[in-house]
C-alpha cells in the first residue's frame, strides 16, 4: 500500500541570541533563546530552512506537490504567505500552497494534513513548513513570556512510498476554545481593531507589562491545562496504536519548557532515557519545537523505532501521533 513517511527534516535558528537570567532559566530550562532581527521574519526564516532541505539533495524542488505552511507571524492578512514562499522557493507551477494558523499543535497537525494528501494520491511529496517570530510579540517587561519564547523555522518533507506499515499515523485530535482568552494577542483582529490606545502598556498584578498588541500568557491557566488534558491524550493514543507506553522507543512532546515536560513525564512514568528534553539553547519555539527536537535526537533514535508526537498549547488545541522514522 502506499503511505506517507517523513523523509527528511531540516531547521533554521536566527544568529541573535538572548541569554536569560539565571534564577529563571533553572526553573523553566531555558538558558538562552534565538530571536529573528527588525528585518527577518517568519517566511524568510521558513525559506531559509526549505533551502536547507533542498540542498541535502532529498528532493527536486519540480517534485514538491504540495506546500503547507503552519504560522501564526504571517506576512501579511492577505494573500496567503505559503504562495509567497512558494515563489520565493522557485516550485512549480503545479504545486498548491496554503497557510493555517496553528501554535504548539501545528507540527503534528501538518503532519495529518501530508498524510492525508499523499494516501489519497494527491500528491507524492509533501513540503511542510513551520516557522514563528514570537519575539516580534512580546514585551520584554513581560516575564511571564519574554524569557520563554524563541524564533524557528523548520522545512520537513513527507514523501509517498510502498510499503507493508503504517509510518504515520494514528492520530488524536482535540480543542478546547473556553481557554483562548489564556494565551493570546488581543489587538489587531478584526474583533479588537488596533488604536492608539492599544499601545498603551499596562502592569498586571505581578508587575509585568504589556500593551494590547503583546502577546498574553496565563501561565498557570496553561499548566493546568496541560496537566489535565495531555495524559488522557496520551491513553487515547495508545488505545488507537494498540500499544502500551513500553512499546513505544521515544517521546518527543512540544518543549514549552523543562518545569511543564518533567511534571509531564512523571505523571505519564515515561523514562527519563526515552524523552526528549531539547529547549535549553532555543525556548519554546512553538510549531517548531517538535520537528527540532525531532532532528536533534535522529541519533540517538533507532530506525524503525515508534516515536509519539504530542503537541499542545494556544487555542487550546492539542494533537498526538505515532510516528516511524
Known sequence: MVTGFIKSIEYYLPTNILKNDNKIAKKIGIYERRVADNTEYASDMAIKAAEKLFDGGVVKRE????LI????????????????????????????????NLGCSGYVYGLAMAKSFIESGLASHVLLLTADTYSKYSNPKDRS????FGDAATATLISSREHDKINIGPFVFGSDGSGAQNLIIPAGGFREPVTLDSFVEKADEYGN????????????????????????????????????LDEYDYFVFHQANLFMLEHLRKKLKIDVAKFSIQLSDIGNTVSSSIPIAL???????????????????????????????
Not at 499548566?223 to 494498540?242: C, Y
Request: with cysteine.
Open 63 to 66: 517534485d514538491i506537490d504540495l
Open 69 to 100: 505552511y503552519c504560522t501564526q507571524s504571517p506576512d501579511y492578512i492577505l494573500p496567503s504567505t505559503a504562495c509567497y514562499i512558494h515563489d520565493r522557493l522557485r516550485l512549480p507551477i503545479h504545486c498548491g500552497a496554503y497557510d493555517y
Open 145 to 148: 513570556v519574554y524569557p520563554i
Open 209 to 244: 507589562i504589556r500593551n494590547r498588541c503583546n502577546l498574553y500568557m496565563n501561565g498557570p491557566e496553561i499548566f493546568n491545562f496541560t496537566l489535565r488534558e495531555i495524559p488522557s491524550v496520551v491513553e487515547k493514543l495508545l488505545e488507537k496504536s494498540q500499544a502500551s
Open 295 to 325: 532532528k536533534r535526537d535522529l541519533n540517538s533514535i533507532q530506525p524503525g523505532s515508534r516515536v509519539m508526537l504530542v503537541g499542545f498549547g494556544v487555542g487550546y488545541s492539542w494533537a498526538a501521533c505515532s510516528i516511524r522514522l
